[in-house]
């Protein structure tokens, strides 16, 4: 089965600082792959998704993620932070075939400090 | 636009008891997806319907079984609670099975044994 690994449980930038969130996936196929973000207390909101039809994916709130085949990674960056971003962040994996479930990384908290 | 629907938001029962969550996916979503995160945990799959049909299984204790219902909506309904049980439990929605499609998830039942 598919997984992700997510880098660093915890993440904290300065407000106005770069984001970076990593996320690798193992599979021998390209897979689907997702980014979900949690606030506090909230539900699973999809950030953007990747499904193979451009390797740069742009999500909303100025997110975005870059599928790199040869690194088996699909990092999720921000050019500058907002206090609001603070937040889970889950990378997951959907294999391919019909009717298959999302997988979640551990998950990345990010902080921002003003 | 509408989004998937949970209830109860927030249920205390006590150990030994029943419990049963509702989930109404987004309309014209035949799949129901049913995930399980525990305290710091990342969400773990629990069970999947497609077309009334299960489709998929995960980590579901045999104390719990769902299904999902001829109106699409899904129960999960939980028994002889434990301490352990305690936690969000998610439903997500998506049309078809293709694993490009988007898995929605909604806001989360919160439930608590005591």
């Known amino acids: 089965a598919q997984s992700v690994t997510q880098l660093g449980s915890h993440v904290s930038v300065s407000e106005g600082a770069l984001v970076l969130l990593r996320c690798n996936y193992s599979?021998?196929?390209?897979?689907?792959l997702f980014w979900y973000v949690q606030y506090p207390n909230q539900g699973l909101q999809l950030l953007l998704k990747?499904?193979?039809?451009?390797?740069l994916v742009k999500g909303i709130n100025d997110f975005e993620a870059e599928f790199k085949k040869s690194e088996t990674s699909f990092h999720l960056t921000k050019p500058s932070a907002h206090m609001s971003d603070a937040a889970e962040y889950f990378c997951?994996?959907?294999?391919?075939?019909?009717?298959?479930?999302?997988?979640f990384g551990t998950g990345t908290k990010l902080q921002v400090i003003p | 636009a509408a989004g998937v629907i949970q209830s109860p938001r927030h249920l205390i029962k006590e150990k030994r008891e029943t419990a049963t969550l509702k989930c109404y996916p987004i309309?014209?979503?035949?799949?129901v997806y049913w995930y399980q995160q525990g305290p710091g945990q990342d969400p773990q799959f629990l069970i999947s319907?497609?077309?009334?049909?299960?489709?998929d299984k995960g980590s579901i204790p045999d104390r719990f079984s769902a299904q999902q219902f001829s109106d699409y909506h899904s129960e999960l309904n939980m028994s002889s609670l434990e301490l352990g049980d305690s936690a969000l439990y998610f439903c997500?929605?998506?049309?078809?099975?293709?694993?490009?499609?988007?898995?929605?998830f909604g806001e989360g039942s919160w439930l608590t044994v005591v």
């Open positions: 309309p014209r979503h035949d799949t």
């Open positions: 997500a929605s998506s049309l078809g099975g293709a694993s490009g499609n988007t898995i929605y």
């Open positions: 599979s021998s196929v390209p897979p689907y």
């Open positions: 990747y499904t193979s039809a451009a390797t």
């Open positions: 319907f497609y077309e009334k049909m299960q489709s």
């Open positions: 997951a994996v959907r294999n391919s075939g019909g009717y298959q479930k999302v997988t």
